[in-house]
């Protein structure tokens, strides 16, 4: 099994949140994904071959934001912000 796929079942299982119902608001969501992928990044994708923003699009989903707002929250990452 793959470092990503061993991660994605391990950080699925830690939070749950929606952005729509205000249990998390973007910064704090923002701050979880840096903990939780960003600094892990090199262990995840050593040679940079994944797409990030399909790899931050799962990571929201397996938050529970919907669908809509996991994909605004995957296109705030990759273009505001210097993360993944």
């Given amino acids: 099994m793959s470092n990503m796929m061993i991660w994605c079942l391990f950080v699925g299982k ?3 949140t929606s952005l729509n119902r205000g249990e998390m608001n973007k ?3 923002t701050e979880l994904l840096k903990k939780e992928v960003d600094d892990k990044s090199k262990e995840i ?5 994944y797409d990030w923003f ?3 699009l799962g990571w929201a989903i ?6 809509n707002e996991a994909i605004e929250f995957s296109t705030y990452i990759r273009y505001e912000t ?3």
């Fill in 45 to 49: 994708d050593p040679n940079n071959e």
């Fill in 14 to 16: 830690e939070y749950k």
């Fill in 54 to 56: 399909s790899l931050v």
């Fill in 82 to 84: 210097d993360l993944c």
């Fill in 62 to 67: 397996a938050k529970n934001l919907s669908i």
């Fill in 27 to 29: 910064e704090q969501l």
